[in-house]
């Protein structure tokens, strides 16, 4: 249509689509008039008026008709005609309750799956934080060091040149996660909460409820702003909403904190993975972290911090920039920041919270759910197309009475749009249900739940209507392609008697199914390479034993002990548990391994070691007492453990591990050998094996040990190697700290293999995700398979019933049916296998030891697909082998 | 109830916008018009007269409004749009040329 009819024709058109009613009115209006004109006329002729009346509505050719292709030539009824199409698929969708709860619940569950991922990468990777404002402007901020991949802290003067200098960032905030024991004894609550900077708040836009947020100047200093605003979870679930909460004191790590503000319901603070209950200016680091006074050491890396860049100032451009104030500061201060840069990353690859942990998964079940989609569209595809060929006479019919064929196609698409918004809608509910079903998943840490809603919001919605309308048209064009088979000619020819495994008409439904299995092979495969991979990751050894040690803490901090204090409660704890009955050894460690707290770090130099100059060792370590590695099993190859006399009083000494020793003393024994940490020489007493200390899946890497007195922490973790089971060692450990302490509780306990367990739980969630789906996806198969069989049986009743007259037996008739049945499976197969080869790569670093194109995998996929399929052929197979020839031939 | 022919249809479009191209009519007249140009030979039907009007304003080609007619009642009034002018212009043209082509073919089979 050209502009010019396209203009001419906009006056009809809208007053159709504006005034429906009032047209049709003026339409039948003016037939009326028509009629009475035509029988004042035939009066005039002489007819009576009742012969004058039923001659006049002859002629016109039936009102109704005429008045319904007046709409039909208007066109612009389209709301008229949608309403129609609504009632009339409404009514047809009632008429097989079966058939249409079926299809909806198949696209409840594609529409569903994809509503809940959508929501789940919404809410943790793209707006992870609610209230917040201009989260599209934000960008992760963190030190990245010359030859290393990963993202590291950053010091705190580091981030203030940063701020001061970077002209393209609107600001720049620090956010640290941190947690806090709010009160001891028996009910020790942890809290978690987040050093900030004091224009925190102002930056992201979120101001509190009652009281006010941080003044300019509460972020320098030490221990100089003792500040805190709450959650209004906290205010309402320990203040008990209590108005005049400003003002009060609150014990933070034992440090009396004044209560200045509440902030709003439904703000969780910025850090993906925990609901964040309290807030700190950084000026109180001390309290919370350990290492002391930080705010003016640059050497000292332990922020965490995001920048808002201005308004259309692209990643790319500020990343330049930022590079160039951080080799300015390389440049100034060589001793701290030689081979440092700084780095932003969009806040989906947020290094520092638990999006990193996810994305993997996320990015894989974006995938999985778009093929369960496909895999339900083509099922509800199938179903409907099995309909239209029992719809065919209706479709005829109307046809024959006059209906275009665009028509009949805009009623099938309603059709489909009806059961596709149905499966929307039910399928948005089943994903608002799973908001929190990720962190069903995923384990608890020290007694807290883990924070990881999905979020609902208009761009998952808008993503789902999408997807509502793509369902639509793919479910509605397969029928609607079919018309292309009608005439009108045609409707009283008999349906054709089909044959099993009959070309035609047959290749669609066949190619739905092939696509189906090929969709659901590759997840078989793919959920099978995922639990092939966790049962390497949990079999592994991770260099040390995890069956009998049990690992917990006591929050000494939180109860107000000095360091002092604190040795001599450690000591007396320590004497008391190596003399419980049970207990083989026991000791102090500042972090276990594959816990959920971070190594220090620390510039090391080597005595006869040359370090080249660019490169600048860091090593990480740990803190531990005498015992460790007889607790944790893990050996010792040369020297000797740490001992209670390696104490403050005594020589520094350390103890490096293998990886160490190739690296800084080519291999040579370094017992004997010194090595400086932290500015101060050590001598090496003893060399450990290597094991893995941060993740399940990271390479050897060089590591040491210093002795807990001489780098104390009061709050270590408690490891004990013991016979007795968890429950027994716990109430006696309580026993005895009680005895020495009536107000102290204990941290949660666990097994060092729950620990490692914890750690691996991101392939967990992949595993059992996965998996869920897979199976999903093989059931959705199988009843697609299922449904083809049945009626390719159901059609061919008289081809089976021949065959069984020429002398073919139930058996010929069972194998006729399965193997072609087999034959769809095979091909679905043979399509999933090569589809699978190029697309298990994507799984990526979820994948552990294990190929993405494992043999084994691919053949266990293999056999349960073949066995699915054959299930799905018996039913159908077996009333094949049952027809009645006598019967189907006479009939 | 079968539809008209397509040819018989396209030739209804092209008479209507020709009977109306003279003056504005309603649908009445405009009927009682046709019957007696055509000599009742084409059969229009009044029942495929009414949609027909109904798709050529759809299309832009004929306006409608309201005015009394001659025994003084309220009814609907076609005219010719700018645009309809000039389709009738093209179907005329087309028409011409047809019934020449065809008028030819008919004298060579005679012939």
């Known amino acids: 249509m050209d502009i010019e009819q396209w203009l001419y024709s906009l006056p009809a058109r809208g007053r159709s689509f504006l005034h429906p009613g009032q047209v049709d009115q003026e339409m039948k209006e003016e037939l009326r008039e028509h009629l009475e004109e035509q029988i004042k006329e035939n009066v005039r002729q002489g007819m009576t008026p009742d012969e004058a009346r039923r001659s006049a509505v002859r002629m016109l050719g039936g009102i109704t008709q005429v008045e319904q292709q007046c709409r039909d030539a208007r066109g612009g009824s389209l709301g008229a005609d949608l309403v129609q199409d609504l009632g009339y698929g409404v009514r047809q969708l009632l008429r097989s309750p079966g058939f249409s709860a079926l299809a909806i619940l198949c696209l409840t569950l594609g529409i569903g799956a994809n509503a809940a991922v959508f929501s789940w990468a919404e809410g943790i990777l793209f707006r992870p934080y609610p209230l917040v404002a201009h989260q599209e402007r934000w960008f992760a901020l963190a030190g990245t060091a010359r030859g290393g991949s990963g993202a590291e802290d950053l010091s705190w003067p580091d981030f203030e040149d940063l701020r001061r200098n970077c002209s393209l960032c609107e600001d720049a905030f620090v956010s640290k996660i941190t947690g806090s024991t709010l009160s001891v004894g028996d009910h020790a609550e942890r809290a978690s909460g987040s050093i900030v900077s004091a224009n925190y708040f102002d930056a992201i836009g979120v101001h509190p409820i009652l009281g006010r947020g941080f003044g300019p100047g509460e972020d320098s200093g030490s221990d100089s702003h003792p500040v805190v605003l709450i959650s209004y979870q906290m205010w309402r679930d320990r203040y008990k909403g209590d108005r005049d909460i400003v003002g009060k004191v609150q014990r933070f790590n034992n440090v009396p904190h004044t209560i200045i503000g509440v902030m709003p319901e439904g703000f969780y603070g910025t850090f993906v993975g925990w609901a964040i209950q309290f807030w700190v200016p950084a000026s109180m680091e001390e309290t919370f972290e350990s290492g002391g006074y930080k705010l003016e050491d640059r050497g000292a890396r332990w922020i965490e911090a995001y920048v808002t860049l ?323 099993g893990i050996p010792l190859s040369s020297g000797r453990e740490f001992a209670r006399a390696d104490d403050e009083n005594a020589p520094l000494v350390a103890i490096v591990n293998r990886t160490m020793v190739t690296r800084y003393w080519a291999g040579a024994d370094p017992v004997g050998r010194r090595l400086q940490v932290k500015g101060r020489w050590a001598r090496v007493v003893g060399v450990v094996a290597d094991s893995k200390y941060e993740s399940m899946r990271e390479t050897p890497m060089p590591f040491f040990y210093v002795p807990l007195r001489q780098d104390f922490v009061r709050d270590p973790a408690l490891n004990i190697r013991t016979t007795q089971s968890l429950a027994t060692i716990r109430a006696a450990l309580v026993r005895e700290v009680h005895a020495l302490d009536g107000n102290l509780g204990l941290y949660e306990m666990i097994t060092l293999q729950e620990q490692v367990n914890r750690s691996t739980s991101a392939q967990l969630v992949a595993v059992t995700l996965v998996s869920i789906l897979g199976g999903l996806a093989l059931l959705l198969a199988g009843i697609g398979l299922y449904g083809v069989m049945s009626y390719a049986v159901a059609q061919s009743t008289r081809e089976l019933g021949l065959r069984m007259a020429l002398g073919a037996g139930a058996a010929n008739l069972l194998q006729l049916v399965v193997s072609r049945g087999l034959r769809l499976t095979a091909a679905g197969v043979f399509l999933g296998t090569a589809a699978a080869l190029a697309v298990t790569r994507l799984l990526g670093e979820l994948l552990f030891q294990v190929s993405p194109h494992d043999p084994v995998v691919f053949g266990v996929a293999l056999a349960v697909m073949i066995t699915t399929a054959l299930l799905a052929c018996l039913l159908p197979a077996w009333r094949a082998s049952r027809t009645d020839p006598a019967r189907v031939l006479r009939d | 109830m079968s539809k008209p022919s397509d040819l018989v249809q396209g030739t209804l479009d092209m008479l209507i916008l020709k009977i109306l191209a003279l003056e504005p009519l309603n649908g009445w007249a405009l009927s009682q018009r046709l019957k007696q140009i055509s000599s009742e030979v084409l059969g229009v039907s009044d029942g495929s007269l009414y949609p027909a009007l109904h798709k050529l304003e759809r299309r832009g080609w004929i306006r409608a409004h309201w005015k009394a007619s001659e025994n003084n009642r309220r009814a609907k009034f076609y005219s010719l749009t700018g645009l309809g002018r000039k389709q009738l212009e093209k179907e005329t043209a087309n028409w011409n040329r047809v019934s020449a082509a065809i008028s030819g073919i008919i004298a060579l089979e005679e012939a």
């Open chain 1, 310 to 632: 201005k308004p259309g100032v692209r990643q790319s451009q500020a990343q330049q920039e930022i590079s160039a104030i951080a080799a300015r500061l390389e440049k100034t201060y060589p001793a701290t920041n030689r081979g440092r840069s700084l780095g932003i990353w969009p806040l989906w690859q947020t290094p520092f919270n638990h999006a990193g942990d996810l994305l993997p998964t996320l990015e894989v079940m974006v995938t999985v759910v778009g093929f369960v989609l496909l895999i339900s569209c083509a099922n509800v595809g199938n179903l409907l197309l099995v309909r239209s060929l029992a719809r065919r006479h209706e479709m005829n019919v109307r046809l024959a009475m006059g209906a275009t064929r665009v028509r009949l196609v805009k009623q099938l698409l309603t059709e489909g749009l009806i059961l596709s918004a149905l499966g929307t809608a039910a399928g948005l509910l089943v994903a608002y249900w799973c908001r929190y079903a990720l962190v069903l998943l995923l384990p608890t840490r020290s007694g807290m739940t883990m924070y990881l809603p999905g979020q609902m919001d208009a761009r998952v919605m808008a993503m789902s209507a999408a997807v509502c309308l793509l369902v639509t048209l793919m479910v509605g064009i397969i029928p609607a392609f079919e018309t292309r088979h009608l005439d009108v000619a045609g409707t009283l020819k008999a349906d054709a008697c089909g044959v099993v495994g009959a070309r035609g008409r047959a290749w669609m439904r066949s190619g739905l199914v092939i696509v189906q299995v090929s969709l659901s092979f590759i997840l078989l495969v793919g959920a099978a390479l995922l639990l092939e991979s966790l049962e390497k990751i949990r079999s592994t050894s991770p260099g040390f034993t995890t069956t009998s040690v049990v690992t917990t803490g006591v929050p000494l901090v939180a109860a107000g002990y000095d360091n002092p204090r604190a040795r001599i409660f450690q000591d007396e704890l320590m004497d008391r548990l190596r003399a419980l009955p049970g207990v083989e050894s026991a000791a102090f460690a500042r972090i276990t391994p594959l816990g959920y707290g971070t190594f220090s770090e620390t510039p090391i130099v080597v005595d006869g070691y040359q370090p080249s100059l660019e490169e600048k060792p860091y090593v990480e370590y740990n803190q531990v007492g005498p015992q460790y590695f007889a607790t944790l």
